[in-house]
């Protein structure tokens, strides 16, 4: 059975960095092809891709996000972390961390997402 | 990447069919049979419900379909229940990822 959860603070204040983790079991981020991401969502707003990690420790992001953003895994805790530097008001969302099996496909498992809101 | 374009909203009585465009370029829904939609209930996580284009994951009723032509793929909801009412988002691989605007779906 897979699932996936983010866990992380639910405020941080503008210009700080946030760190999301996303826990996830019933499937091994070595096997080859697998592949897990981010993805976040602002209130009442459409879904946006930020970062992918794939089993060979190869990196992908977003293009209009990539200088903010950071994405890495460990394996062995089977956990994928997420950092988003200078955070600003306009980043208050819900972050969803979803599993790929091959990169360019489709995100099969999603996490519950968790909201986090930026705010001094 | 832009934004997938998406209508806001449709809506349709049960039992009705709806189809939900997604309009992009030749350089992601055009160019690739990577096309995938979600279901997102109001508070829930997406769900997948369409990949490849017109694939259907396990466990997805069959009264959803997916289709492409050129820039445009769309998804049909046929025999419209009342819990299909939700959001539904557009996805395309483009050498990266990119969403739809996303579409709300009314069941009258």
Known sequence: QVTLRESGPALVKPTQTLTLTCTFSGFSLSTSGMCVSWIRQPPGKALEWLALIDWDDDKYYSTSLKTRLTISKDTSKNQVVLTMTNMDPVDTATYYCARIISWGSYFDYWGQGTLVTVSS | ?108
């Open chain 2, 1 to 108: 990447q832009s934004a997938l374009t998406q209508p806001r909203s449709v809506s349709g009585s049960p039992g009705q069919s709806v189809t939900i465009s997604c309009t992009g370029t030749s350089s992601d829904v055009g160019g690739y049979n990577y096309v995938s939609w979600y279901q997102q209930h109001p508070g829930k996580a997406p769900k997948l419900m369409i990949y490849d284009v017109s694939k259907r994951p396990s466990g997805v009723p069959d009264r959803f379909s997916g289709s492409k032509s050129g820039n445009t793929a769309s998804l049909t909801i046929s025999g419209l229940q009342a819990e299909d009412e939700a959001d539904y988002y557009c996805c395309s691989y483009a050498g990266s990822y990119v969403f739809g605007t996303g579409t709300k779906v009314t069941v009258l």
